[in-house]
């Protein structure tokens, strides 16, 4: 809507409008597994000390970290995905389309598309201790072991940075889909993350 007239806003009648649509339409039972999990991370930032805050602002994750809304509602996501075409990058709804891109998730989510790369030097031994410290195991990174770890962390250094970037991407912008992220992640010469800026 905004894209086709700038002065668009969501008003109580669109929203209302958009509420009847999703009331009307009958959503299957369907077995809907997501690990995004927005209550688990806006736990682990309510945590977070204001030198780690700083650091994630740094990040370029600011606005992120104010994200608070709690469970996702499984049939409304059920809705949204039965309504998506993914190859014309679509959302349909009430005789409406919404193009999705890039621009639109980064203003959604409030972080920007692309960013600076955070290269964290080292050779397979950093990344063998990474891995011990997240109790790594065949099946990859535990998320309940990130969570741990970040909750006991009061450090804001690179460690954390590592922490908090691979919680991020499990809980809320790349959820796998067990409760473990694979430690391919991490590459084989080093350390390589790239963080939103």
């Known amino acids: 809507m905004k894209a086709n007239d700038e002065r668009a806003c969501i008003t109580r009648e669109v929203r209302k409008e958009l509420?009847?649509?999703?009331?009307?339409?009958?959503?299957?039972?369907?077995?809907?597994?997501?690990?995004?999990?927005?209550?688990?991370?806006?736990?682990?930032?309510?945590?977070?000390?204001?030198?780690?805050?700083?650091?994630?602002?740094?990040?370029?994750?600011?606005?992120?970290?104010?994200?608070?809304?709690?469970?996702?509602?499984?049939?409304?996501?059920c809705w949204l995905v039965q309504r998506t075409d993914v190859a014309r990058c679509v959302i349909e709804f009430s005789g409406r389309e919404l193009q999705l891109s890039a621009n639109s998730f980064a203003y959604i989510m409030g972080v920007s598309d692309g960013g600076m790369r955070l290269q964290l030097e080292g050779d397979r031994s950093d990344v063998a201790?990474?891995?011990?410290?997240?109790?790594?195991?065949?099946?990859?990174?535990?998320?309940?072991?990130?969570?741990?770890?970040?909750q006991n962390s009061r450090e804001a250094n690179d460690e954390f940075k590592v922490t908090f970037m691979l919680f991020t991407l499990c809980t809320i912008l790349c959820p796998p889909i067990g409760v473990h992220i694979i430690?391919?992640?991490?590459?084989?010469?080093?350390?390589?993350?790239?963080?939103?800026?």
């Open 129 to 150: 201790s990474y891995l011990d410290k997240y109790n790594a195991t065949s099946s990859g990174i535990n998320v309940k072991t990130l969570a741990d770890i970040l």
């Open 183 to 197: 430690t391919s992640i991490f590459g084989c010469n080093g350390i390589t993350l790239h963080v939103f800026k």
């Open 19 to 77: 509420g009847m649509e999703f009331k009307k339409v009958a959503v299957e039972e369907t077995k809907f597994l997501t690990r995004c999990a927005p209550d688990r991370f806006a736990a682990a930032v309510g945590q977070l000390t204001d030198d780690q805050r700083e650091v994630v602002s740094e990040m370029g994750l600011d606005n992120l970290i104010k994200l608070n809304c709690g469970r996702l509602k499984r049939k409304l996501c």
